[in-house]
Nanobody, 122 residues
Framework: VQLQASGGGLVQAGGSLRLSCAASGSTFSGVAMGWFRQAPGKEREFVANMWRASGMTYYTDSVEGRFTISRNNAKNMVFLQMNDLKPKDTAVYYC????????????????WGQGTLVTVSS
């Protein structure tokens, strides 16, 4: 299984970006898909995720109300709509997915994408 993320770029503060991630592979179940990010000099952190069966979504506090995660289960895709971006959102964003349930408080997951850079200028 491979995860291919896209949609990063440079945007001014207050702007928007939409990240996309597509999973390929015949054995992919995608029980949960989501995003982590890593800012320069900082540890990788959870951003948001969405569970396939329930549709439940979870967000880190700093993006609640600004970011929206969604999925297209038929196409094994996950999206992250990011609005009202702030310079502190600057990071490499990683698409993440699991075939079996895991804690999203940790970074041990089944699949990681290559990362897409989001840069927010002030």
């Amino acid at each position: 299984v491979q995860l291919q993320a896209s949609g990063g770029g440079l945007v001014q503060a207050g702007g928007s970006l939409r990240l996309s991630c597509a999973a390929s592979g015949s054995t992919f179940s995608g029980v949960a898909m989501g995003w982590f990010r890593q800012a320069p000099g900082k540890e990788r952190e959870f951003v948001a995720n969405m569970w396939r069966a329930s549709g439940m979504t979870y967000y880190t506090d700093s993006v609640e109300g600004r970011f929206t995660i969604s999925r297209n289960n038929a196409k094994n895709m996950v999206f992250l709509q990011m609005n009202d971006l702030k310079p502190k959102d600057t990071a490499v964003y990683y698409c993440v997915a699991d075939d079996t349930p895991k804690s999203w408080n940790e970074t041990t997951h089944d699949y990681w994408g290559q990362g897409t850079l989001v840069t927010v200028s002030s």
